[in-house]
Every structure is written in C-alpha cells, then in structure tokens.
C-alpha cells in the first residue's frame, strides 16, 4: 500500500519539492537575505508585484516581443530555407552569410542593433528575430533535402511543374523538420527576448531582471525567473502541440526529424 | 492500332571508375510497339534495363538516341497520356487514400468536385471503397498498390505504365491482384505496358512478352500468349502451354552465362 503510493511520480516530485522548499526556508532565514532570499519571501513578493500590475505588463511587453520576432522569424526562415534546399544556386550564394551568422553569438550583434534601431521595442524584436530565425532556416533546408527523391520523381512523371512540386511535395514533405524549427527557435527566441530586454529595454521581464538585481532584491528576482520558467515551459509546449497536429500521418515523424 | 512505338532507343550511362568516368551501354537499338488494349510485358534478367527502357517511355529520363511516340505523336519528359505505378509505390504519406489519387487529377487542374468524383469511382474499383479516408500507413502494401493503381488510372491514361508493381509484396498478395489487375485492365479497357522479373507473372497478364537481354540489351524475343481470357476463371498454370512458355522464357532470360550463374548462385 505505502509502496504504490511512494512510487507514484506526482507524490515522489511533491515530496521532494517540499524537501528543498523547507531546507531553503530554514537556510534563508538564517542568512542575509540578498544572498538567498526565502520561498515566502518569493511569494510575498510575487503577490506584490502581481497585484501593482507590474509582473503582468511586463509579461505582456515580452510575449509581444517574442510573439512579433518568432513571427518575423517563421515568415523569414521558411522560405528561404524552402529556397535554399530547392535551389543549389540559392543555396551557394547564401550559405555564406546564413553560416557565418549563425556561428557568432547573435548576442555580439547587440551593439550594431542599438546603433541601427536604438533602444526600444524595434531592437528587441530584432534581436528574437536574429535568434530564431537560423534554427528554422537551417531546419527547413534540411526538410526538403530530406523530402524523398521517390515523391519528387511520382509527382515529376504525373506532371508537376515546380510550384506544385513545392506546394504539394517538398512543403508537406518538411513539415516535421519546419515544426522540430519552430520547437527549437521558440526556446531561442526567449533567450533572445531577455537578453535584449537586459541590454536595451526599459520594459519586459529582462528590464524587470535588470532592475531588480541592481537593487539586491532578491526575492524579485526569483519571482521574475519563476515566470520565465513558466513561459518558457508555455510557449514551448505549445509549439509541441502544433508539431503533433500537423505530423499525424506519421506516427514516428517527430522522433524522426532532429 | 498502334498506342506506343519505341524505335531505336538506346541509353548509356555514366558510371565512375578508378581512373575516371566511363560510359557503359545499357540499351542499343530498342524498337518496341504496343497496340491499343494490349498488355505487353517487359522481361529479362536483373540489370538487363528493363526499367531503364520503361523510365525512358515514361519521360523520366532521356534517350540517348532514338524516339517514342504515343499514338503517332513523338513524345519527351512527362504528359498526361502516360501514366505510371512504381514498385516502391510512393503514395504521398500526409495525404488519405482519395486525396492520393486525386493527386494526378490536380497537376491536371481538373476542378475539385470532378476530381473526387473520379477519385471515388477509381478507388471503388480497386476494391477500397471502405478504406476512402485511410493514410497510407494503416493500409498493407497490397491495398497500398491498388491506391497506386488508381491513382494511375484516375488521370485516364492512353497507356498505363507499371514498373514491378507487385515486386515488393508478398508472394500470396502478388498472385491474388494479378488476378484483380486483369479484372481491372478488362473493365477500363486500359493499355498496359509492364515490367517484371517475374516470368509467371508476365504469362498470367500479358498478350505479347518483350524479352530484354544482352549486353547492351535490345530486344531478343517476342512471344505471344494466346490463353483466352478472362483468366481467372480458369487455372491457366496447369495448362501444358503454360510450361512450354515458361521454359521458353527462362531459356530466354538466362542465355548469357553470367546471368543463369548469378540467377542459381
């Protein structure tokens, strides 16, 4: 009986949470309270910064951002990837810059985008965009090299011209690799969404970071790391169940695509 | 009449060696015709280019030298008076079974009630009328040919080209659609040129049998099978002809030495 229940995942994860919970509540307590602040204190906090307002505008200054450059990205990286796989000639002529962007840290470019954009939300929607955009180009080139020479060659002899050929054969064909893009660019995307918040926001939950560091108020800066989490987990599993809609003729076509 | 007339095909490919390319000849001075509502069968030993030959009629790759005319009209790369079914049947996996064989009726910009009309009427007709909305990976490759079938059949061909179809099926599934095919090529009254290895399978379904070999191939036989049809109403391999033909053919197909060795090795 006490054997099922302590092999039940959801009471093994409680139990430990409330583990590190109470040891973090006594160790907190007993220390300087910049250094590790204490789970009520984070809630308190929370509770506060909820109820001003604060945390939910932020929330939505930053899903805004990651919500524009995210889009900006897909609108972007899907057809040039289609092109890039499609075209040898495309190909050759842009892998230059697509490889070279997207080996530097596209945090390096955060100066060039300040001079260009200034501060504010256009440079952040840059900076997600400049982020995200190379997990899904890179994905949906892949998909369509992928895209099996036996469909290309059935859909050549029936009398597909190029659009047809790309509409119907070579799209749907990388559409596991385009939505495994979308699941790796969306984490991207967030990463790209604090940090440039961090760097050249007055707003958003980067700003709201920043700002609550400088003041050592720690608790804050857990319940602003705390949302993130929950965002990120949000967004992410979000992508997932678009990836499951549009993959339902193949059962093995997520764990297929990288 | 005279649907197909190949004359003097021949084909080389490129193959890379240690010291280079070089061009092999794979076929040299094909001349083949097939006549309306004939089933002509193309056969001979692996490597012999059968496939080749019928890739070639079907504009998927070119000629070397030589030409192809479907009903008199000298014909390059694809069109709609072709259709063809592949061994490795390469239905579209996103699409269900009526979305599949409404695909040839697309690149033909047949408008969309007309399209699943037709579809309905063909799918009905290989028998998989209750499977209308089933993906490809709940059929068993036999249902999945018939879809092939069908999708082939939808665009109404002048001739309908088959390569292997039922080369990756199994032996019982095989032998049960060459019956339906038969059925089928009766009831659309359709023109078949066919490729197999499968010297059973040729007797079963063809009116005439090309025999391919050689090196470069060209045509080395033609043989005619005169069982009255339909065929499956009665067992036409107890028929002593039947043997007669099969021997034929394997003498045929196995001539060169090199090829009976790798055939009983």
């Known amino acids: ?258 | 009449m005279t649907r197909l007339r190949v004359s003097s095909i021949s084909k080389q490919y490129r193959v890379r060696t240690p010291t280079g390319a070089n061009t092999v000849d794979i076929l040299r001075d094909v001349n083949l015709t097939v006549g309306e509502n004939e089933f002509v069968s193309i056969v001979g030993a692996s490597g012999s280019g059968k496939t080749t030959l019928l890739r070639i009629v079907a504009g998927l790759i070119e000629a070397d030298g030589g030409s192809v005319e479907i009903e008199g009209q000298p014909v390059s790369g694809p069109g709609p008076e072709r259709a063809m079914v592949f061994q490795s049947i390469n239905l579209l996996p996103w699409r269900n079974v009526l979305d599949n064989v409404e695909f040839g009726l697309e690149m033909r910009n047949i408008p969309a009630g007309e399209r699943r009309e037709r579809a309905l009427h063909f799918v009905n007709l290989v028998g998989l009328g209750k499977h209308l909305h089933a993906y490809p990976h709940e059929l068993s490759g036999g249902m999945q040919q018939r879809v092939g079938i069908a999708r082939a059949l939808a665009t109404d061909p002048a001739i309908l080209l088959m390569d292997e179809p039922f080369g990756s099926l199994d032996a019982q599934t095989a032998e049960f659609l060459w019956e339906e095919l038969s059925r089928i090529v009766a009831e659309t009254r359709k023109t078949v040129l066919f490729v197999t290895h499968h010297i059973d399978e040729a007797i079963y379904l063809s009116d005439r049998i090309v025999v391919l070999g050689g090196t470069p191939a060209g045509v080395r036989e033609i043989i005619d099978v005169d069982f009255e049809r339909p065929r499956w109403t009665y067992d036409v391999r107890a028929k002593p002809r039947f043997s007669e033909l099969r021997a034929r053919l394997r003498e045929q197909i196995f001539q060169s030495s090199g090829a009976r060795q790798e055939a009983e090795a």
Request: charged share 10%.
């Open chain 1, 1 to 258: 009986m006490s054997g099922t229940f302590l092999r039940n995942p959801w009471v093994l994860r409680f139990l430990s949470l409330a583990f590190v919970l109470s040891l973090w509540q006594y160790a907190g307590s007993r220390m300087n309270p910049i250094f590790l602040s204490t789970p009520t204190a984070i809630f308190e906090a929370g509770m506060k910064v909820i109820g001003s307002g604060e945390l939910p505008w932020a929330l939505l200054v930053s899903l805004g951002v990651v919500f524009s450059g995210f889009s900006l990205a897909i609108i972007v990286g899907v057809p040039l990837g289609l092109l890039m796989g499609r075209s040898r000639i495309a190909e050759y002529l842009l892998d230059p810059y697509v490889n070279a962007l997207y080996v530097v840290p596209r945090i390096a470019l955060i100066p060039l985008i300040i001079i260009w954009l200034g501060l504010g939300i256009p440079a952040q929607i840059a900076v997600v965009f400049g982020t995200s955009v190379f997990p899904i180009l890179i994905s949906t080139e892949a998909g369509v090299k992928s895209v099996s020479a036996n469909l290309i060659e059935t859909a050549r002899s029936f009398g597909a011209r190029e659009y047809d050929m790309v509409r119907k054969i070579i799209l749907p064909g990388s559409v596991p690799f385009i939505m495994s893009g979308l699941r790796l660019g969306i984490g991207q995307a967030i990463i790209g969404m604090i940090v440039a918040q961090m760097f050249l926001g007055i707003s958003g939950m980067g700003f709201m970071l920043v700002n609550y560091g400088n003041q050592f108020a720690t608790d804050y800066v857990f319940v602003v790391v705390l949302a993130l989490a929950a965002l990120g987990v949000t967004l992410t599993s979000a992508v997932r169940q678009f990836e499951k809609r549009f993959s339902h003729w193949r059962s093995d076509a997520i764990s297929r695509a990288p």
